[in-house]
């Protein structure tokens, strides 16, 4: 079991910076892929980002590609989305999510969610 607490959303403006943090319980975090998706209003929720079990294989979305990282610290159970450049289009409700294998999350799908954290990004 995985519990996942998403936080660091808030306001920036446009070509702006935000990192957003997610921290997990459960004595198994090491073994588990984890990821980032988001949702803006009236939106399906799509991919942005994942991150394997060890930290070889990372993925994003083309449209944060270049823009957005993702890392973890296993020794924090903490997962890290930084986020530069921003663009307005990058406003929604981010989730930390968690699964035991990197494909899973990049297809959309999550064993584990995090409640979200909004990011507003204004022009």
């Known amino acids: 079991q995985v519990q996942l607490v998403d936080s660091g959303g808030g306001w920036a403006q446009a070509g702006g910076s935000l990192r957003l943090s997610c921290v997990a319980s459960?004595?198994?975090?090491?073994?588990?892929?984890l990821g980032w998706f988001r949702q803006a209003p009236g939106k399906e929720r799509e991919f942005v980002a994942a991150i394997s079990w060890n930290g070889g294989k990372i993925y994003y979305a083309e449209s944060v590609k270049g823009r957005f990282t993702i890392s973890r610290d296993d020794a924090a159970n903490t997962v890290y989305l930084q986020m530069q450049h921003l663009k307005p289009d990058d406003t929604a409700r981010y989730y930390c999510?968690?699964?035991?294998?990197?494909?899973?999350?990049?297809?959309?799908?999550?064993?584990?969610w995090g409640q979200g954290t909004q990011v507003t990004v204004s022009s």
């Open positions: 459960g004595r198994t975090f090491g073994d588990y892929a």
């Open positions: 999510s968690a699964d035991l294998t990197v494909r899973t999350l990049v297809s959309g799908v999550a064993q584990y």
